[in-house]
């Protein structure tokens, strides 16, 4: 176990800045995701952190000791390739035990070790097969496994999910978080998928053109997204954004389009424009509200998401089991003022208001 | 419908390869058949092809004659293998430093390497030769293997570059970070990854070398001759002994047909590697 600390870093490709500035502080045993959309700069982050490749500037502490000159096996991290980088040429045993191997330990304790970890990740049946004669979920677990047996200070996983199909994935996914319950090893995890990350994570890094967005709790980056950027990464479906003004008759109203949705008497008036983001959760369709034209119906199973073309644009509210409305059907829209989030019109931070 | 479109298929992919296996194997059998006939059998009125005939009297003559198949087939053992070798060792270091490392102009480098092959071998040959016997290496094993290499090395260089380029560069950051060192990784990960390939490009290279006859005949003389050569001295002034001479031909392919017929595995799997990316 160990703590992890990136300090300033910069990563520049010739002219391209890859990773702009990024500091960041990983506990003790903590989970932390690095999220974003391809070509933020995560992978090459998580590439610095192994070792993979230089920092241009900056610093990477482990432990609280500098490890920028040192190669990935001195950091003691243990890392998990998106396509699983299995030695094509040797069994699932050979594979799991290579690091081993390489160090000279004696065949028994290498055996032993190779059994223990093949029997936790259920690879036990399997160790005399090559990776290409195994599925896609259990060569998967051949990579784990690689990196268990190392008992290393910090595992890292770039994307490893990539490769798998869906069901297996959210199997795979339940597999990694036991794991790290089990072993309580710090851990880095690279991915693009919100999901993935809100679900496995104690700290989520939201990333964005090589910067830092935001480094927080699932619930932070979901409840209280620091901008705009990550409000829409965020949670499914995508939060709807509006631009609106603030109009003080018969009460305090941000007004959207002709929708006014009131708000409390606590409320602080910025002096800058601003626009709201709504949650699908804080959408409520009914006999309340305006006449809306219902556009979209998707039901995912336990909810139904319904988009209605409401004040110019369109909102999206999260319906409770299977909904039967039917698009081109008129329904009211009425809007919760507590799930609003008011971000800054220019700088497209979020703004504590209520 | 799907029936007869089935049929036709069939007929048309067996009619080709039954085709280009008469093609292919057509000389070798005329080859083999005349080897075992005797001169006055192939040089009558129709040919002779009575079994009746059949005798190994050609293979014995050339074993006893004076011609040299045998120092022709040494020559060319020891010039086919130092092409192939040196060629491998060299040509996979270039290729995996084309293929791997971020190196500027690797593309035009690759070119230079093309271009050098698109110069018929005609047009080179007369000032080659000038510089050869200056340096004295002319009817030497060494003179002919750089010649060789000269035009081995390219093909070496684009094959195996385009088999590195289908290695996964995580194949080998796994292995640093499981702890190999540079020279651990290609001694346990890459090389037996690519031990197909690296024999189908050595098989390849051995090949050539074996055949070639044009460079041969001009840069050797006496002490140097390859079997090609050997060969086609059966082919005289006032007569060709044709039965000696195609029987010296089958000799001088059982090497190479040998080779091939070991290595068969590795050559499939070595040309199929490049194709599939893992």
């Not at chain 1, 994307?159 to 339940?174: I, M």
Request: a neutral charge.
């Amino acid at each position: 176990m160990a703590t992890l600390e990136l300090i300033n870093i910069n990563k520049k490709f010739g002219d391209f800045t890859a990773v702009n500035d990024i500091n960041l502080r990983v506990e003790e045993g903590e989970f932390v995701t690095l999220l974003g959309p391809s070509g933020c700069g995560k992978s090459t982050l998580l590439n610095m952190t192994a070792g993979l490749e230089d920092v241009t500037s900056g610093e990477i502490h482990i432990n609280g000791e500098k490890v920028n000159h040192l190669g990935p096996f001195e950091r003691d991290v243990a890392m998990v390739f998106q396509n699983y980088a299995l030695y094509p040429h040797m069994t699932v045993e050979e594979n799991i035990g290579f690091s081993l191997r390489l160090r000279k330990r004696p065949k028994n304790e290498i055996q032993d070790k190779v059994r223990k970890v093949a029997e936790m990740l259920e690879l036990d049946k399997f160790m005399h097969r090559l990776p290409r004669e195994l599925s896609g979920g259990q060569q998967q677990r051949v990579a784990i496994g690689r990196a268990v047996i190392r008992e290393p200070s910090i595992f890292l996983f770039d994307e490893p999910f990539s490769n798998l199909d869906a069901a297996l994935r959210l199997k795979t996914r339940g597999e990694i978080k036991e794991l790290h319950q089990r072993l309580g090893v710090t851990s880095i995890f690279v991915t693009h998928d919100q999901e993935e990350a809100l679900s496995l994570s104690d700290r989520i890094a939201v990333l964005r053109l090589g910067q830092l967005e935001q480094f927080g709790t699932p619930e932070d980056v979901y409840s209280r997204p620091a901008s705009k950027y990550v409000a829409r990464f965020i949670g499914t479906p995508q939060m709807d954004i509006f631009a609106g003004s603030f109009v003080n008759a018969d009460g305090l109203h941000f007004q959207i389009g002709e929708a006014g949705i009131p708000l409390p008497v606590s409320f602080k008036i910025p002096d800058t424009a601003v626009d709201v983001g709504i949650r699908a959760e804080f959408v409520t369709l009914g006999s309340k509200g305006f006449d809306s034209a219902i556009r979209l119906v998707q039901p995912v199973g336990p909810f139904t998401y319904v988009t209605v073309d409401w004040q110019g644009g369109c909102v999206t509210a999260r319906v409770n089991g299977v909904s039967h409305m039917k698009p081109k059907e008129t329904i009211k829209v009425e809007i919760d003022p507590e799930g609003l989030l008011f971000f800054d019109r220019i700088t497209e931070k979020r703004m504590d208001l209520q | 419908m799907p029936i007869i479109q089935r049929f036709l298929t069939r007929f048309f992919i067996r009619f080709g390869l039954i085709t280009f296996m008469l093609l292919a194997l057509g000389p070798v059998i005329w080859a083999v058949v005349t080897s075992l006939l005797p001169l006055s059998s192939l040089t009558s009125h129709p040919i002779d092809l009575n079994p009746a005939n059949v005798t190994v009297e050609n293979y014995i003559l050339v074993f006893a004659s004076s011609r040299g198949l045998v120092s022709g087939l040494i020559n060319s053992l020891i010039i086919a293998t130092f092409t192939s070798a040196v060629g491998l060792v060299i040509g996979s270091m270039a290729a995996y430093a084309l293929a791997r490392l971020n190196m500027p102009n690797s593309s035009r480098i690759l070119m230079m390497i093309l271009a050098t092959q698109m110069f018929p071998g005609i047009v080179i040959v007369i000032p080659l030769f000038l510089v050869m016997s200056r340096t004295g290496l002319v009817d030497t094993h060494f003179g002919l293997i750089i010649v060789y290499l000269s035009f081995i090395l390219p093909i070496v260089i684009w094959i195996l570059k385009g088999f590195f380029e289908s290695v996964p560069m995580e194949l080998e950051r796994a292995a640093a970070v499981d702890g190999a060192s540079p020279f651990q990784t290609f001694r346990y990960i890459v090389l037996p990854i690519s031990l197909p390939p690296l024999f189908a490009t050595g098989v390849f290279a051995f090949i050539e070398a074996w055949n070639e006859f044009f460079f041969a005949i001009i840069l050797t003389r006496i002490h140097v001759k390859t079997a090609s050569i050997a060969i086609a001295e059966f082919s005289g002034q006032y007569q060709t002994l044709y039965g000696q001479m195609l029987a010296s031909a089958v000799l001088a392919s059982i090497p190479v047909v040998a080779l091939a017929i070991i290595f068969r595995r590795f050559i499939l799997e070595g040309f199929v590697e490049g194709a599939i990316k893992a």
